[in-house]
């Protein structure tokens, strides 16, 4: 019916989906046929409408076209909640109509006639048509419906109208419009224990390269938010940015002399330790030590809550709420609850984008574990994560609470295959009919220094240098450390400990 054009045009245009037009490598090219599967209720509807009214936003109009659907009054009650969501759009720049009486009284040819008519009408740079799996009842055969897939996909290219089709799968029949289209975009569930999560997926997009896998997405008052897969934005063939020789000092003497003068910027660390040794007040004088050289700081805990480390550092003389108010440290406390890894890296990365910050505490890495919902993404997510945080000029430091058991941790510098700088260990025990903290520096899998003991009191944090030769006499790493350690990394810490009593 319909002449091929050959003018595809392979510029694309924003879907307004944040997180989609990154998986889709710049969004949907205009002019193309895309198909959007999935089961009733994922969001195909919510995803579409979300993509048009982004549309409207930036002067362009839009049909959307729908077969035997929801009405179009209900539809647009159930939008109404949503922010992305203007009522002055609708009837201005967004046109629902409905086609089913079209398709009904002349079968295909009537539903082609209307979008013709409509396209030259409208002049929309989007198309939706919502329900096609009704439009699959009318064709004799899957060559009529192949032939009905290609005419449209020919009037589109010429008209450089982008069209989505709106359909759930159909498991009992094949389905010729998945080959015919340009791109094949499925949205599904799965399930995690008793949590049940939204995925989309890219199958296929001509002519482009897209992230491949599964991503999650949520609905919430913004509409869907996609969280691309962190793993996936990282080019593999591009190392991390080299270790600067600057260094960033914690503002305590002993332990900056340890750490050959502090973190080395944009390393990445780990701080070990069982609860209630004094890792979050670590972090916490490493960062209002940064505020103080100039440097903004994150908090970013999966753990205690702003109130609780504001209230932990005022009782040890750290002037941390002040420092926040001033908008020069910032704490950021984001409970698990259904919330995945790469939604939190999306809001991490986004505040250090926005609040330029060079100093972070992540507290702490068992929480990152347990978000990750897919224990085998953990050495390729752990790796990408890092690699960002280079890139970002940020310097980590990643608290790992020991007694948690659930984690095998070694000392062997690095983090989930991922090299580390240096790893702080604080243990903390009873010696002579008192508790004391000491804490221990490792760089490179090797023991560089232990036995100084960490001093917390009203009038803030301190390193007591020791007589390291006793203290290496002493390490009783195995009945000290949880039973989630591994005994290869007890082993690896006593010959470490036994090559640096030979130095002294």
């Known amino acids: 019916m319909f002449e091929e054009s050959t003018h595809f045009s392979p510029r694309k245009a924003s879907t307004g989906v944040p997180g989609l037009d990154l998986v889709l490598s710049g969004g949907l090219a205009h002019g193309g046929l895309f198909l959007i599967e999935g089961a009733a209720g994922i969001g195909k509807t919510l995803l579409a409408n979300q993509m048009a009214f982004a549309q409207a936003r930036q002067g362009e109009n839009v049909i959307y076209l729908t077969l035997l659907v929801e009405s179009h009054g209900k539809l647009l009650h159930h939008l109404r909640d949503f922010d992305f969501y203007e009522p002055t759009q609708v009837t201005h720049r967004i046109f629902y109509i409905s086609g089913y009486k079209e398709l009904l009284d002349d079968g ?8 013709a008519s409509l396209i030259a009408k409208y002049t929309p740079t989007l198309l939706v048509i919502d ?9 004799a055969t899957e060559l009529e419906l ?6 449209l996909n020919a009037f589109v290219t010429a008209a ?20 015919l289209v340009d791109g094949l975009i499925e949205m599904t569930h799965i399930h995690q224990g008793l949590q049940t999560l939204r995925v989309l997926e890219v199958h296929k997009i001509r002519g482009a390269p897209f992230l491949a896998g599964k991503h999650f997405f949520r609905i919430g008052e913004k509409g869907i938010e996609l969280y691309p897969r962190l793993e996936s934005t990282i080019d ?9 020789a600057e260094r960033k000092s914690f503002g305590m003497a002993i332990l900056d002399q340890r750490l050959g003068g502090g973190l080395k910027v944009r390393s990445i660390n780990r701080l070990l330790g069982s609860t209630r040794c004094g890792k979050s007040l670590l972090g916490l004088k490493f960062l209002e030590q940064g505020a103080r050289d100039g440097e903004a700081g994150l908090y970013w805990s999966l753990r205690e809550t702003r109130p609780q480390l504001e209230a932990l550092a005022l009782g040890v003389g750290l002037e941390v709420d002040s420092l926040v108010d001033q908008g020069r440290l910032f704490i950021e406390w984001h409970p698990l609850g259904e919330i995945t890894a790469d939604e939190l890296c999306f809001n991490l990365f986004e505040m250090i984008k926005i609040r330029s910050i060079r100093r972070l505490v992540l507290d ?4 990152f574990e347990q978000a990750l919902i897919r224990p085998e993404r953990s050495l390729a997510f752990w790796g990408a994560f890092m690699r960002k945080l280079q890139v970002a000029g940020v310097t980590t430091l990643v608290i790992e609470c020991l007694n948690a058991g659930l984690l095998e941790v070694d000392f062997s510098g690095s983090l989930a295959g991922t090299s580390v700088d240096q790893i702080l260990f604080i243990d903390y025990e009873a010696r002579s009919q008192r508790r004391e903290r000491t804490v221990s520096v490792f760089r490179s899998g090797e023991l560089e220094s232990t036995g100084d003991e960490l001093l917390i009191s009203e009038q803030g ?7 390291r030769r006793h203290d290496l006499r002493d390490l009783r790493l195995s009945s000290r450390l949880p039973g989630g350690l591994m005994q290869s990394s007890v082993n690896r810490v006593r010959d470490s400990a036994l090559r640096a009593l030979r130095r002294f």
């Open 461 to 467: 944090l301190d390193l007591k240098l020791k007589d």
């Open 364 to 367: 702490d890495r068992l929480g």
């Open 236 to 244: 593999a063939r591009i190392g991390p940015p080299p270790v600067g």
């Open 160 to 179: 450089g109208c982008t069209t989505v089709l709106l359909s759930p799968p159909d498991s009992t029949h094949s389905q010729p419009e998945q080959i």
């Open 108 to 115: 295909l040819n009537g539903l082609l006639e209307l979008l």
């Open 146 to 151: 192949a032939k009905f897939v290609h005419e």
């Open 131 to 139: 329900g096609f799996r009704s439009a699959r009842d009318f064709f």
